[in-house]
Structure formats: structure tokens, C-alpha cells
């Protein structure tokens, strides 16, 4: 079965660590682009980051710059998202992505904001809060 799954979502304090995971079955991640996003509740869902396929380009939101890591482990077929520094305003259900189209990371995250995702996680909840 080809899916994707995320894992390592949870509640945890202001200013705390929360590493994510993108697990691909079925097929393998590399050459895909992958994106990750949030959507927080009542509010629509936004691009948070992503890799190129190549793996040589990454694009972070502003909200998020500085606080967050994408990377890739092609050996486990894996796709993470450390985030550091939490926020209250981080919370919401991240969700991954993967796309087979090739270009910059920004633009594989523009049309997976579309209908250009080949692939959709069902998410992982993060709850920042005190």
C-alpha cells in the first residue's frame, strides 16, 4: 500500500523540542519532493517547509525560519522536521507531502499547496502550550 505516515507529534511547553517523521511505504522517497504543513484550528492550511527532490534546495515559512529543520535519510526512507523554539501559534496538525515534480523547494511547495501533491499524510497533531 503506498502511503504516507507522520509520527511524533505531542503536546509539549513553550520553547520546546518536537522532531516530526515522514515515513514513506510503498514506494521510495527519493526524487520526490516533499513538503510539510500545518493547519491550525479555524485556520487555513500553510506550507511550512520543504526539500527538493535533489535534496539540495530547502524553503522555510517566515513564521518559522531559524526555529525549524527539513532533512532526508534516504537509507530509512524517512523525511524529518526538527522544530526547535516552540511556539503556542505552532500548534496545529502538520501533515507531509510528496510531489514527483522537479524544482525549487519553494515551488514544489506552491503547487503542493494545489493539487500537485502525489502523495498526502494524514497529519500528526502538536500542541505547544503551558
Known amino acids: 500500500q503506498v502511503q504516507l505516515v507522520e509520527s511524533g507529534g505531542g503536546l509539549v511547553q513553550p520553547g520546546g523540542s518536537l522532531r516530526l517523521s515522514c515515513a514513506a511505504s510503498g514506494f521510495t522517497l527519493d526524487n520526490y519532493g516533499i513538503g510539510w504543513f500545518r493547519q491550525a484550528p479555524g485556520k487555513e492550511r500553510e506550507g511550512v517547509s520543504s526539500?527538493?527532490?535533489?535534496?539540495?534546495?530547502?524553503y522555510y515559512a517566515d513564521s518559522v525560519k531559524g526555529r525549524f529543520t527539513i532533512s532526508r535519510d534516504k537509507a530509512k526512507n524517512m523525511v524529518y522536521l526538527q522544530m526547535n523554539s516552540l511556539r503556542p501559534e505552532d500548534t496545529g496538525v502538520y501533515s507531509c507531502?510528496?510531489?514527483?515534480?522537479?524544482?525549487?523547494?519553494?515551488?514544489?511547495?506552491?503547487?503542493?499547496?494545489?493539487?500537485?501533491?502525489?502523495?498526502w499524510g494524514e497529519g500528526t497533531l502538536v500542541t505547544v502550550s503551558s
Open positions: 526539500i527538493s527532490g535533489s535534496s539540495s534546495d530547502t
Open positions: 507531502a510528496a510531489t514527483s515534480a522537479k524544482g525549487s523547494a519553494l515551488y514544489i511547495l506552491t503547487i503542493m499547496s494545489g493539487m500537485g501533491a502525489d502523495y
